[in-house]
T-cell receptor
Framework: DGGITQSPKYLFRKEGQNVTLSCEQN?????MYWYRQDPGQGLRLIYY???????QKGDIAEGYSVSREKKESFPLTVTSAQKNPTAFYLC??????????FGPGTRLTVL | DAKTTQPPSMDCAEGRAANLPCNHS???????VYWYRQIHSQGPQYIIH???NNETNEMASLIITEDRKSSTLILPHATLRDTAVYYC?????????????FGKGTHLIIQP
């Protein structure tokens, strides 16, 4: 099946630890995105990548880092510098007409 | 991205057509209207998009006014599984776009 996969589904982190969220796609899309969603709110853009080995900051990039070494993969690291990391994280890839296809999300909780 | 305005919530009876409005009075000439929905605790799902002509696919129809300042998403025969938050977004089409700006959307509740 074609689509976006994210892992893990749930993630718990102690304060001061870095964690990496996985995002993989087999849709052959060049563009990939990371969003954050807080309860009752819309999605906010963290980082995006339009091509391998290139990425740009979104609206709320502070405390996060990404890499894009392969077309299929766009991992997000939540660093200890992110002051309020507890949230629902969503990865997406972009189709030919800018329609975005989202993964199931990772719910991160800081203990 | 142009700003959109949507009602925070709507109810619709199961089996009836659900009509979700969106205002986007500052849309520019080459921006498209996109609709997504998000079922609770899942990732958003792309529904449909259009520029100025009405569009229809297997999920929904999109009606855009002639002046392009507003649009309506129509779910022709709503089911309980259509209960979700629906987001109206205006942005540029084409690959490599710079991400989407999500508002709070409309929480559509389908009543049995």
């Amino acid at each position: 099946d074609g689509g976006i996969t994210q892992s893990p589904k749930y993630l718990f982190r102690k304060e001061g630890q870095n964690v990496t969220l996985s995002c993989e796609q087999n849709l052959n899309h060049d563009a990939m995105y990371w969003y954050r969603q807080d309860p009752g709110q819309g999605l906010r853009l963290i980082y995006y990548s339009q091509i391998v080995n290139d990425f740009q900051k979104g609206d709320i990039a502070e405390g996060y880092s990404v890499s894009r070494e392969k077309k299929e993969s766009f991992p997000l690291t939540v660093t200890s510098a992110q002051k309020n990391p507890t949230a629902f994280y969503l990865c997406a890839s972009g189709g030919e007409y800018n329609e975005q296809f989202f993964g199931p999300g990772t719910r991160l909780t800081v203990l | 991205d142009a700003k959109t305005t949507q009602p925070p919530s709507m109810d619709c009876a199961e089996g009836r057509a659900a009509n979700l409005p969106c205002n986007h009075s500052t849309i520019s000439g080459n921006e498209y209207v996109y609709w997504y929905r998000q079922i609770h605790s899942q990732g958003p799902q792309y529904i449909i998009h259009g520029l100025k002509n009405n569009e229809t696919n297997e999920m929904a129809s999109l009606i855009i006014t002639e002046d392009r300042k507003s649009s309506t998403l129509i779910l022709p025969h709503a089911t309980l599984r259509d209960t979700a938050v629906y987001y109206c977004i205006v942005t540029y089409s084409g690959g490599g776009a710079d991400g989407l700006t999500f508002g709070k959307g409309t929480h559509l509740i389908i009543q049995p």
